[in-house]
């Protein structure tokens, strides 16, 4: 027994000394300091503080604090490419908590990757992470078929804030394959940002990416997607193809006039800027989940309804580019779910199509 031990011990050791050796083989990019890799899911790349940031550093004393330490979360960040590689590597280091209370370790630290087919669908890349810590976090995907791939999309982490990222192939280059489409961009709360999905390519805005074939930014902030004035200005800088407000959940914060004068300025803000471009405010869609102890419902409810009054005296009759997604549409209901509040892949995914089906409406 004891040699048997012995030398299952020396195989392990072999293995590992072998997958090392092999790693110094592979063809390396440092995504952290090569920036004629352009990233997507990001609208100011070039002005940023930090490699994978959302927001400008410009901005760094502008918005709250909360808002700027949530912005260098890589949500919604991305890189599609192509390669002929039949093993990828990713190397990087993470800042934040490996887990939270309502999302896995693998949706707050994990990257993920999902491959575009031949045959146009998508499907999901496993990957083992060799390593999970702070500051060694090794996945490794092997056994790849990169003759039936046109076109592959990394997210990164949803929570924590990445570093020191490296992509490492085992024949080949990167080759880049950006999109040049006008972005969906999304301007929301923690269930835009992604909570709580269990891996980053199954938060809503992922899943809609992939289905509509447009870049969708990513630019939902935890609890603290509030429709504010400084993030509305600058938003409306960029120009997209569709504007998505869903910021209602974390409207439950203030009174239903304050809530409501956020709304007419987003709406004003972007429609001084782009007269035609599609604007599409969601509802609270928790507000249709039947609980017991439904107290937090009554609270979305009363947004739900101060929403409407804000559409039905502001919107209706005059703006026939403001769309509406309203709770029913998306129909959550408990076990779509994690805490009541959060939608997890299910929900996620009920996210995804309503919003699909809108916006392959309003482009035809």
């Known amino acids: 027994m004891r040699k048997k031990i012995i030398l299952i011990g020396l195989l392990t050791h072999l293995l590992f000394y072998v997958h090392a050796q092999n790693l110094k083989e592979f063809n390396w990019i440092d995504l952290q300091q090569d920036k004629r890799v352009k990233l997507q899911g990001q609208l100011w790349g070039e002005q940023v503080k930090n490699r994978f940031d959302r927001l400008p550093a410009s901005h760094e004393n ?6 700027w330490e949530l912005s260098q979360n890589p949500a919604g960040v991305y890189l599609d490419f192509h390669t002929i590689a039949d093993s990828i590597v990713l190397k990087y280091k993470y800042k934040g908590n490996e887990a939270l209370r309502n999302m896995s370790a693998i949706g707050v630290s994990g990257i993920d990757i999902y491959a575009k087919l031949h045959n146009n669908k998508w499907v999901w890349v496993k990957g083992k992470y060799t390593s ?3 500051d060694s976090m090794t996945v490794v995907f092997d056994g790849l078929k990169p003759q039936q791939v046109i076109i592959y999309r990394l997210y990164l982490s949803l929570y924590n804030i990445i570093s020191d990222l490296q992509i490492g192939f085992n024949k080949g280059k990167l080759q880049q394959k950006p999109n040049p489409l006008k972005p969906v961009i999304v301007y929301g709360t923690s269930i835009a940002q992604g909570a709580s999905a269990s891996r980053s390519g199954m938060a809503w805005t992922s899943i809609l990416g992939r289905s509509i074939e447009q870049p969708v930014v990513n630019l939902g902030f935890s609890g603290n997607g509030r429709l504010e004035k400084e993030l509305v200005d600058l938003i409306a800088t960029k120009e997209a193809s569709v504007y998505i407000m ?4 974390n409207l439950v ?5 304050e809530a409501y004068k956020r709304l007419q300025y987003a709406l004003k803000t972007l429609r001084s800027k782009y007269p035609k471009t599609p604007i599409v405010f969601t509802e609270h869609a928790d507000a249709t989940i039947d609980l017991l102890n439904n107290s937090s419902q009554l609270e979305y409810e009363r947004v739900n309804n101060n929403f409407r009054k804000f559409i039905a005296e502001n919107v209706a009759g005059k703006d026939s580019n403001v769309y509406v997604v309203t709770a029913q549409a998306i129909g959550l209901g408990i076990d779509d779910t994690t805490d009541g509040i959060h939608p997890s892949d299910m929900g996620m995914k009920k996210y995804a199509n309503v919003y ?3 916006i392959r409406k309003i482009m035809n």
């Open 356 to 358: 699909e089906k809108l």
């Open 246 to 249: 869903d910021c209602l959940p």
């Open 132 to 134: 999970f810590k702070k």
């Open 253 to 257: 914060a203030f009174t239903n006039d």
């Open 62 to 67: 502008i918005v709250r604090k909360e808002v």
